[in-house]
């Protein structure tokens, strides 16, 4: 099998790699404790380990991937990881919100956060936030009901989405969490990602990962 290219990409001076995230490489890393364990800290949070339990509320991960169709094989490549386990940010509406609904007795929302979002703009979350600017509606990259899951008695829930592009879309580089499909609602976490663009019948692969303790 031809092993799938990799592409290289500045942001901000720092040049990131695009690798196979079961490549040998990293496996090998893995086995001989040579990969970092550790993500950056931000102002939500101040833990840089990738244990949850290590975090305070609503501190968490967002990992995208992509996954290019190849259109000779009429198959799609390797997933590929274009960013992982980058922080997000708590918006001061998604605290609010997650009090609400697990203390209040009126007045909660009818659903959770767990409808996705992704931008082509270039944002720079705060905790002010009440949307994701300039959020796509088109090209198979509209806003989607992720798919929950968490284990009884543990710390962590993940929310996974994989949009499927059909069209051209240059930059797609950020992501949100709302409450609702429709445009609007809660904005609870955004992060960033490294800035990919697709062609139609690419894949964009997103795990957030999040803590509630």
């Given at each position: 099998?031809?092993?799938?290219?990799?592409?290289?990409?500045?942001?901000?001076?720092?040049?990131?790699?695009?690798?196979?995230?079961?490549?040998?490489?990293?496996?090998?890393?893995?086995?001989?404790?040579?990969?970092?364990?550790?993500?950056?800290?931000?102002?939500?949070?101040?833990?840089?380990?990738?244990?949850?339990?290590?975090?305070?509320?609503?501190?968490?991960?967002?990992t995208?991937?992509?996954?290019?169709?190849?259109?000779?094989?009429?198959?799609?490549?390797?997933?590929?990881?274009?960013?992982?386990?980058?922080?997000?940010?708590?918006?001061?509406?998604?605290?609010?919100?997650?009090?609400q609904?697990?203390?209040?007795?009126?007045?909660?929302?009818?659903?959770?956060?767990?409808?996705?979002?992704?931008?082509?703009?270039?944002?720079?979350?705060?905790?002010?936030?009440?949307?994701?600017?300039?959020?796509m509606?088109?090209?198979?990259?509209?806003?989607?009901?992720?798919?929950?899951?968490?284990?009884?008695?543990?710390?962590?829930?993940?929310?996974?989405?994989?949009?499927?592009?059909?069209?051209?879309?240059?930059?797609?580089?950020?992501?949100?969490?709302?409450?609702?499909?429709?445009?609007g609602?809660?904005?609870?976490?955004?992060?960033t990602?490294?800035?990919?663009?697709?062609?139609?019948?690419?894949?964009?692969?997103?795990?957030?990962?999040?803590?509630?303790?």
């Open positions: 099998m031809t092993s799938l290219r990799e592409d290289t990409k500045v942001n901000d001076g720092l040049g990131i790699k695009v690798i196979r995230y079961n490549s040998w490489q990293r496996k090998a890393k893995r086995a001989f404790g040579l990969e970092p364990r550790t993500v950056k800290a931000n102002a939500n949070c101040k833990s840089t380990s990738l244990d949850l339990a290590d975090h305070t509320f609503g501190c968490g991960f967002l995208a991937q992509v996954r290019r169709w190849n259109s000779e094989r009429k198959q799609y490549n390797d997933w590929q990881v274009i960013t992982e386990n980058q922080h997000n940010l708590l918006t001061n509406g998604g605290r609010d919100f997650f009090h609904q697990c203390y209040k007795d009126s007045g909660l929302g009818t659903a959770g956060t767990a409808w996705v979002a992704v931008t082509t703009t270039a944002v720079t979350p705060a905790a002010g936030d009440t949307t994701l600017s300039g959020e509606t088109t090209l198979g990259f509209a806003r989607a009901l992720g798919t929950y899951a968490h284990t009884a008695g543990t710390n962590a829930t993940t929310n996974t989405v994989t949009y499927t592009a059909t069209g051209t879309a240059t930059n797609v580089q950020a992501s949100g969490l709302f409450n609702q499909l429709a445009v609602g809660t904005l609870s976490h955004e992060a990602f490294t800035a990919t663009s697709f062609v139609s019948g690419d894949q964009l692969g997103l795990t957030w990962t999040l803590n509630l303790g």
